[in-house]
């Protein structure tokens, strides 16, 4: 079955650019998105098709895909986006998650 | 705007049938889009559980096996969740969500990516 590997924590300050990635066989060759999720919250959609940016979410959220790596970029990144971020993707007809990275802005 | 609401037993004893609804306001889910459930244990990663398409279709995870049933309400404006012979593994936290659909020269296909969920119920199986 398809996998997605997420690093399980990356660390940031505030102001720095974090890059989380997630990595699986011939992604770029896949649509991948990404959620966000604060405690006690439901998941929220912040890029979708590797790098769209649903309205409301803000432009310093970015995405990439290539080779076997998605990568979502958080620029600026600000104490708020202290969050749980999963990877998303699809293989034969099945939804498949990352098992998300804890990103915290210290 | 659109909400999803799922509803439903907080408690299961094992063995028996998981169920549970999502109520969708301000969209008839007759009209577009596709229905998904997402649970998530207690501390743990999302995995997904299966998607319902406006006609009825379903996709379910394999990982569940058999166990999975997804149907819709259309007069009720509601999808539905039915999950039998629940262990303690099964205790989560159950999400509804609207999957996007992309639409071309009169079908649709799923789009593959959720674009919003309901707020989630816990579901604790145990006697």
């Known amino acids: 079955s398809y996998e997605l590997t997420q690093p399980p924590s990356v660390s940031v300050s505030p102001g720095q650019t974090a890059n989380l990635t997630c990595s699986g066989d011939?992604?770029?060759?896949?649509?991948a998105c990404w959620y966000q999720q604060k405690p006690g919250q439901s998941p929220v959609l912040v890029i979708y098709q590797d790098i769209r940016r649903p309205s409301g979410i803000p432009e310093r959220f970015s995405g990439s895909n290539s080779g076997n790596t998605a990568t979502l970029t958080i620029s600026g990144t600000q104490a708020l986006d202290e969050a749980d971020y999963y990877c998303?993707?699809?293989?034969?007809?099945?939804?498949?998650f990352g098992a998300g990275t804890r990103l915290t802005v210290l | 705007q659109v909400q999803l609401q799922e509803s439903g037993p907080g408690l299961v004893q094992p063995s028996e049938t998981l169920s549970l609804t999502c109520s969708v306001s301000d969209f008839s889910i007759s009209s577009g889009y596709f229905w998904g459930w997402i649970r998530q244990p207690p501390g743990k990663g999302l995995e997904w559980i299966g998607t319902?398409?406006?006609?009825?279709?379903?996709y379910y995870n394999p990982s569940l096996g058999s166990r999975v049933t997804i149907s819709t309400d259309t007069s009720k404006n509601q999808f539905s969740l039915g999950l039998t012979s629940v262990t303690a593994a099964d205790t989560a936290v159950y999400y509804c969500?609207?999957?996007?659909?992309?639409?071309?020269?009169?079908?649709?296909?799923?789009?593959?990516?959720?674009?919003?969920w309901g707020r989630g119920t816990l579901v604790t199986v145990s006697s």
């Open positions: 998303q993707a699809w293989d034969s007809n099945i939804v498949v």
């Open positions: 011939e992604l770029g060759d896949k649509y």
């Open positions: 319902i398409s406006r006609s009825g279709r379903t």
């Open positions: 969500a609207r999957e996007a659909e992309y639409c071309s020269g009169g079908s649709c296909s799923k789009d593959w990516f959720f674009d919003l």
